[in-house]
C-alpha cells in the first residue's frame, strides 16, 4: 500500500495421488485455477475485478468508515460501482487479539455495537457474500499499524512464523463457518457460500509487500531463492519445511514461507474435506540481477511485493516457482496441489516514488523505449501471466520440479492485488510522458487488453485475464474510490472512465453508464 497509510464444510477430496510426475489432489469443489483463469466452482471464469477496503490491520482494528456510514451502505456502493471482489487487509496482532474497537470508530453501524473485531470483519464477509461479492483476505501486517511491516518480513518477534502459519489456519477454520477463540470467543458465525453458490472467501493473500527495507542488506529482508542455508545452486526446489531457520523462526527466503503457509492450510483443508483454498503469493521488492549474487548484489528493484523475478531466476541465480502440497513436514510432503496457486504484484506510478522508468521517454508498448511501461511490467510480474515461467538453474539442463513431486508449470493468474492513482485530472490522464497519468491510462489499457485487444490498448504482449483489485475504496486515501463521508464518487470519470472499463462479470457497469464521463483514453 502506498508509503503515507498509517485481505460450512466443502467438498469432499476425491483422490489423493502419487506425486510423481506432476500428479496431485483432485478436489471436487472450491475455486480453482487454470493457466491465467481462476474457476469458480462449477469451472466457469471468474475474473477478479475489485478493490481494496481497509482498516483492520491499522490501529483501529476495525474497516475505516463505520463512524460515518453502515456496512451494508458501503458494501452496496461496492456492488453499484461494479466490482465484484473486496481483498481486506488485517493484521496478525487484530486476529490474535480480537479486541473491542472503539465505540466511535464504528458508530454509524448499528450491528456493530458491542461486537469485536472478527465478528465486524465476520458481519461484513456474510453481507458481501448475500450481494454476490467474494472477498480476499490479506495479511498485511503484524502489529496492527500502517503500510507494509517495517521489517519487510511476514513475522516479528511478537508475532513469530509459527504464529502468522497458526492465525491462517484459524481464519481459514473461521471462513468454514468454525467460531474461533484467540483473544475472544466469536459470536458471529461466518457464512461459507455467497449467493451466487460460491464461497465468499475467494483465496489467502498470504503477506503483503514482502521486501527489503531501505538501509538493509538484502539478505536481511524478505529474498526470494536463497535458500535459507540450502544451497540453491544445490537443490533449488527444497522441501520448504527442511531449512534448519524455521525451528529457530528466523528465516528469510519468502518463496520457502510461502510454500509452508500455503502447504499448512492446503494439509488442514484436506484432512477435513474442505475444498482447498486459492493460495495468493506476492512478489517482494528486490532480486539479484543477471550476473549479481544474493550477498552482492547487484539488484533490480521495483514496488514493495511487485518483483516476480526470482520465480525463473537468471544466469547466476536459480529459479525458484512456487509449488505447493497438501501438507508436510522436514521429512516429507503431501500431494501436489496443482491448481491452486495464484501470484500477486502490486505496481504504482511515480506520485508514489521515481521509479528510473518514469521519464521523458517512458512509453507504453513493448519496444518502444527503454522504458517501456509493458516491458517493465513483463520483467517484473506480467512474464508469469505471458506463459514464460521457465526456471533455469545454471549449470543443469532442466529444473528439479521433481524434488517436490511436481511436474512443471509454464504459466499461472497474475493478480494485481494494488495499484491507485489521486483524483485530479492529470492522475487519470496526462499527456506528459513518466507522469501519473500516463501510467494510469496505459495500465487500465494494459488490464483491457488482457480481456480485449484494439488497436488503443494493444502493447504488443498477448497478456491474458489479469485480475485486479484496486488501492483503495477509503475516502481518507488519497487514491479514494469514495467521496467525501464514504458516500458517491471522489471523481466520477476515475470510475465510469477508468475502473469500468475493465470490470467484467455480472456486476460491471453496463453502458452507457460506463463510459458516461468519456472513453478511455488510447495507451501512449
Not at 507504453?364 to 516491458?375: E, I, N, R
Request: proline letters at 7%; charged letters at 15%; hydrophobic letters at 35%.
Amino acid at each position: 500500500m502506498p508509503a503515507w497509510h498509517g485481505r460450512v464444510l466443502g467438498m469432499a477430496v476425491l483422490a489423493a495421488l502419487g506425486a510423481g510426475g506432476g500428479a496431485g489432489i483432485v478436489e471436487a469443489g472450491g475455486w480453482s485455477t487454470s493457466g491465467t483463469l481462476i474457476l469458480d466452482p462449477a469451472g466457469g471464469e471468474f475474473d477478479v475485478t475489485g478493490v481494496n477496503w481497509y482498516g483492520f490491520e491499522t490501529r483501529d482494528k476495525v474497516a475505516h468508515g463505520l463512524y460515518t456510514k453502515d456496512y451494508k451502505f458501503i458494501l452496496d456502493e461496492v456492488k453499484q460501482y461494479g466490482f465484484n471482489t473486496v481483498r481486506i487487509p488485517f493484521s496478525s496482532e487484530m486476529w490474535e487479539t480480537d479486541p473491542a474497537p472503539r465505540a466511535s470508530s464504528m458508530s454509524a453501524c448499528p450491528d456493530c455495537k458491542g461486537k469485536r473485531s472478527r465478528d465486524v470483519l465476520a458481519l461484513i464477509v456474510n453481507y458481501a457474500g448475500s450481494i454476490g461479492l467474494h472477498v480476499v483476505l490479506d495479511n498485511h501486517r503484524s502489529g496492527a499499524g500502517n503500510s507494509a511491516e517495517g521489517n519487510g518480513l511476514w513475522y516479528t518477534s511478537a508475532y513469530p512464523e509459527a504464529s502468522w502459519i497458526r492465525d491462517w489456519i484459524s481464519a481459514q477454520e473461521w471462513a468454514h463457518g468454525v467460531r474461533q477463540t484467540l483473544g475472544a470467543t466469536d459470536t458471529v458465525t461466518v457464512n461459507y457460500y455467497a449467493s451466487d453458490g460460491w464461497p465468499v472467501v475467494l483465496g489467502y493473500d498470504l503477506r503483503n509487500e514482502p521486501h527489503t527495507p531501505a538501509r538493509t542488506a538484502y539478505l536481511d529482508g524478505a529474498t526470494w531463492g536463497s535458500g535459507d542455508g540450502i544451497d540453491p545452486a544445490a537443490n533449488p526446489n527444497p522441501n520448504p519445511f527442511a531449512p534448519a531457520c524455521v525451528a529457530a523462526g528466523a528465516c528469510h527466503d519468502w518463496r520457502l514461507a510461502a510454500e509452508r503457509a500455503g502447504d499448512r492450510l492446503l494439509g488442514e483443508a484436506a484432512a477435513h474435506a474442505w475444498d482447498l483454498p486459492l493460495i495468493i503469493v506476492e512478489g517482494i521488492g528486490l532480486y539479484p540481477a543477471p550476473g549479481g549474487t544474493p550477498a552482492s548484489g547487484p539488484y533490480d528493484g521495483t514496488w514493495w511485493g511487485g518483483a516476480l523475478l526470482g520465480v525463473n531466476g537468471n544466469s547466476t541465480n536459480p529459479g525458484a516457482p512456487v509449488v505447493l502440497n497438501a501438507g508436510g513436514s522436514s521429512s516429507s510432503l503431501g500431494a501436489p496441489v496443482n491448481d491452486r496457486l495464484v501470484y500477486s504484484a502490486h505496481d504504482y506510478g511515480p506520485d508514489l516514488y521515481q521509479q528510473p522508468w518514469f521519464n521523458a521517454s517512458t512509453c507504453y508498448v513493448t519496444g518502444c523505449s527503454a522504458s517501456s511501461l509493458a516491458d517493465v511490467w513483463k520483467k517484473f510480474w506480467a512474464h508469469i501471466n505471458l506463459g514464460q515461467v521457465n526456471p533455469v538453474w545454471p549449470g543443469h539442463a532442466s529444473y528439479p520440479w521433481a524434488n517436490t513431486g511436481h511436474g512443471g508449470y509454464t504459466v499461472a493468474p497474475l493478480y494485481v492485488g494494488e495499484f491507485g492513482t489521486g483524483n485530479a485530472a492529470a492522475d487519470l490522464t496526462s499527456g506528459t510522458r513518466g507522469s501519473q497519468g500516463q501510467w494510469f491510462t496505459d495500465i487500465i489499457n494494459f488490464v483491457q487488453s488482457s480481456f480485449s485487444r484494439t488497436a488503443g490498448n494493444d502493447s504488443g504482449l498477448a497478456v491474458s485475464h489479469l485480475h485486479f483489485t484496486y488501492w483503495s475504496l477509503n475516502t481518507e486515501d488519497a487514491y479514494a474510490v469514495l467521496g467525501s463521508s464514504y458516500a458517491g464518487l471522489a471523481n466520477s470519470a476515475k470510475e465510469y472512465t477508468y475502473l469500468c472499463s475493465v470490470e467484467w462479470g455480472p456486476l460491471a457497469v453496463p453502458p452507457p453508464q460506463c463510459g458516461s464521463t468519456g472513453s478511455l483514453p488510447p495507451a501512449f
